[in-house]
């Protein structure tokens, strides 16, 4: 709809006029520099909405330890607009909203980041108080329950695990090792593992092995995207015999349901008026069949829909495209 140099190509608002008086409604006015300040940061704040949904979707990583630094991309982009006239009102409603869902922060968000090693519980408690300071949501007395709740679960998977042989293991490589996003690097010097931990045990002191596991300090680089978290409790599971269960048993569960659903819209697509003879078994192959091979391919929960892209982009009347006047 605009020209190489920025303005609105007038073909396109005649060709909309044109539309719009056919259906009685008044024509098209010329957008405002206002009008396109906040589309902008409105196509900002989608934006992050967008990454968040596709990276909570994905089934070829952990996505339990990736829910909370979602969280706090949406805060701070918040915060970032919330003193802007223009966008005030919106921005309000959305932190309202906000704020009925992430008041209470689900327990297996925080399980998620506190057995990821560049974080922990210290971190995972910086991390609520960046949201909390962000939004006015104080998360104290969650922490202190999440705490609890910590230790009660690795006791049960202590007793169940009792028997499992910790054979000695070096320590970790530090080079090789991430940091945690720039947030956590802006944590005090104060505020350290031990500080935290300290407090959790004198009331768990049999749970030495996750005691050892919040006051070690894992040192990183600044490599974050190729670093593994199953590869990383899979190497030192012999160092943290019982806490690597219970981390693997945290970080294989989904936080979205996209995958699920996607499971149930095909069967609709499968079991249709043409095709209502078939039986379980054969619904339950095909699905799988289809499945198998899309893992095969790599395009398991696919979120891109490149014929959406296509008819998207035939919508623009952009001088040299050539898209309408070849159609034309």
Same mark, same amino acid.
């Given at each position: 709809?605009?020209?190489?140099?920025?303005?609105?190509?007038? +073909?396109?608002k005649c060709f909309y006029n044109m539309k719009?008086?056919?259906?009685?409604?008044?024509?098209?006015?010329?957008?405002?520099?206002?009008?396109?300040?906040?589309?902008?940061?409105?196509?900002?704040?989608?934006?992050?909405?967008?990454?968040?949904?596709?990276?909570?979707?994905?089934?070829?990583?952990?996505?339990?330890?990736?829910?909370?630094?979602?969280?706090?991309?949406?805060?701070?982009?918040?915060?970032?607009?919330?003193?802007?006239?223009?966008?005030?009102?919106?921005?309000?409603?959305?932190?309202?909203?906000?704020?009925?869902?992430?008041?209470?922060?689900?327990?297996?968000?925080?399980?998620?980041?506190?057995?990821?090693?560049?974080?922990?519980?210290?971190?995972?408690?910086? !991390?609520?108080?960046?949201?909390?300071?962000?939004?006015?949501?104080?998360?104290?007395?969650?922490?202190?329950?999440? +705490? #609890?709740?910590?230790?009660?679960?690795?006791?049960?998977?202590?007793?169940?695990?009792?028997?499992?042989?910790?054979?000695?293991?070096?320590?970790?490589?530090?080079?090789? !090792?991430?940091?945690?996003?720039?947030?956590?690097?802006?944590?005090?010097?104060?505020?350290?593992?031990?500080?935290?931990?300290?407090?959790?045990?004198?009331?768990?002191?049999?749970?030495?092995?996750?005691?050892?596991?919040?006051?070690?300090?894992?040192?990183?680089?600044?490599?974050?995207? #190729?670093?593994?978290?199953?590869?990383?409790?899979?190497?030192?599971?012999?160092?943290?015999?019982?806490?690597?269960?219970?981390?693997?048993?945290?970080?294989?569960?989904?936080?979205?349901?996209?995958?699920?659903?996607?499971?149930?819209?095909?069967?609709?697509?499968?079991?249709?008026?043409?095709?209502?003879?078939?039986?379980?078994?054969?619904?339950?192959?095909?699905?799988?069949?289809?499945?198998?091979?899309?893992?095969?391919?790599?395009?398991?929960?696919?979120?891109?829909?490149?014929?959406?892209?296509?008819?998207?982009?035939?919508?623009?009347?952009?001088?040299?495209?050539?898209?309408?006047?070849?159609? #034309?």
């Amino acid at each position: 709809m605009t020209l190489p140099d920025g303005t609105v190509d007038p +073909r396109a608002k005649c060709f909309y006029n044109m539309k719009l008086a056919e259906s009685g409604c008044p024509p098209v006015q010329s957008l405002t520099s206002d009008d396109w300040y906040v589309a902008k940061i409105f196509v900002e704040l989608l934006k992050v909405f967008y990454n968040a949904t596709v990276t909570l979707s994905g089934v070829y990583y952990p996505t339990s330890s990736q829910a909370i630094h979602q969280i706090v991309e949406m805060s701070d982009l918040l915060n970032t607009y919330r003193e802007d006239d223009m966008l005030d009102p919106a921005v309000v409603a959305m932190e309202t909203k906000f704020k009925k869902y992430w008041s209470e922060m689900p327990f297996l968000y925080a399980l998620g980041v506190i057995v990821d090693p560049r974080i922990k519980l210290a971190g995972l408690e910086y !991390l609520l108080e960046f949201i909390g300071n962000k939004l006015s949501v104080y998360y104290s007395d969650q922490i202190t329950d999440i +705490r #609890n709740k910590l230790f009660k679960v690795f006791s049960i998977y202590e007793r169940r695990f009792s028997g499992v042989d910790t054979k000695p293991s070096p320590e970790p490589d530090t080079q090789s !090792l991430p940091t945690s996003w720039s947030i956590l690097k802006r944590r005090k010097k104060g505020k350290s593992a031990s500080s935290s931990s300290s407090t959790t045990r004198s009331a768990a002191s049999s749970s030495a092995e996750l005691n050892r596991f919040l006051e070690a300090q894992f040192d990183a680089d600044e490599n974050t995207e #190729n670093f593994d978290l199953l590869l990383w409790w899979k190497t030192y599971s012999y160092r943290y015999p019982v806490l690597s269960h219970l981390a693997c048993d945290i970080l294989v569960i989904p936080v979205s349901s996209v995958s699920s659903e996607q499971a149930f819209s095909r069967s609709g697509r499968i079991i249709e008026p043409r095709r209502n003879c078939l039986t379980p078994e054969m619904v339950e192959v095909l699905i799988c069949v289809r499945d198998w091979e899309h893992a095969r391919k790599r395009m398991q929960n696919e979120m891109v829909d490149q014929q959406f892209i296509q008819n998207f982009s035939n919508l623009y009347v952009d001088e040299g495209s050539g898209s309408n006047q070849d159609q #034309n």
